[in-house]
Every structure is written in structure tokens, then in C-alpha cells.
């Protein structure tokens, strides 16, 4: 499911929201469908569970979920929101990306082999 590295520079909780959101948005889960506990996730990933709930609380903020207490994290229907990137941002957001993966170390070529692959998964409709 999901992994995270302690020694990146990307906050856990952060890193937690982006593998989740990556899974919704390539339909590992469906609407309706109920997240692990908080506790549960915690525990699976070794954070603390406050680590958790703060990348919980992100996605339903962006309206990826529905959070209930004592019912948990359920994934709700979700409308793209306007304005978060347009086609005219979207090369630039890109670039930045870019430019963040090779300063952090990345090989040029695990780059473009990781952006093929994600386009062939993007192409199949199985981001």
C-alpha cells in the first residue's frame, strides 16, 4: 500500500496524502469505500497516528473523504476543484516538480523512465 521514507525532506503527513491521493485519484478505492483507522494506518506505517489524522484531515479538506468520528475515513465522490491547476499552470507545476526530483538526486533516467511508465498507466487509465 502505501510506503514513506523517514529521511525525505517531504513531511510524513504529506507524504502520506500523496500516496493516498495517487490510489483515489487511479481508483484504488471507490466512493463509500472506508479507509483504515487512523490507529491502524499508523501502526502499519510506524508514525504516530496524529500523523495520520493530519493527512486524513488534508484529503477531506481537498474533499476526498468524509471523516465521522468514531466512524472513520470514508471516500466520498469527488468533483475536480477549479482553479488547483490549469492547463497554463499545469507546465510549469511540472517543471518545478522536475527541478525539486533532480536536486534531490534523482538519476535524469529514473526520471524519465518513472514519467513513461506514469504515462502508460495514465494512457491505460490506471494512474
Not at 472513520?72 to 526530483?101: D, H, I, N
Amino acid at each position: 500500500m502505501l510506503r514513506i521514507d523517514l529521511a525525505s525532506n517531504v513531511p510524513v503527513y504529506e507524504q502520506i496524502a500523496d500516496g493516498l491521493r495517487a490510489e483515489l485519484v487511479g481508483g484504488q478505492f471507490a466512493a463509500g469505500d472506508k479507509l483504515p483507522t487512523v490507529r491502524m494506518l499508523a501502526i502499519d506505517l510506524g508514525v504516530h497516528h496524529n500523523t495520520v489524522a493530519q493527512a486524513y484531515r488534508q484529503l477531506a479538506d481537498e474533499g476526498w473523504l468524509d471523516l465521522r468520528r468514531h466512524r472513520g475515513a470514508t471516500v466520498q465522490t469527488r468533483r475536480p476543484q477549479s482553479g488547483s491547476v490549469s492547463p497554463e499552470k499545469f507546465p510549469r507545476a511540472l517543471r518545478e516538480l522536475l527541478a525539486k526530483t533532480l536536486a534531490g538526486g534523482l538519476s535524469r533516467e529514473a526520471v524519465i523512465g518513472e514519467l513513461i511508465d506514469s504515462a502508460r498507466r495514465l494512457e491505460a487509465g490506471a494512474l
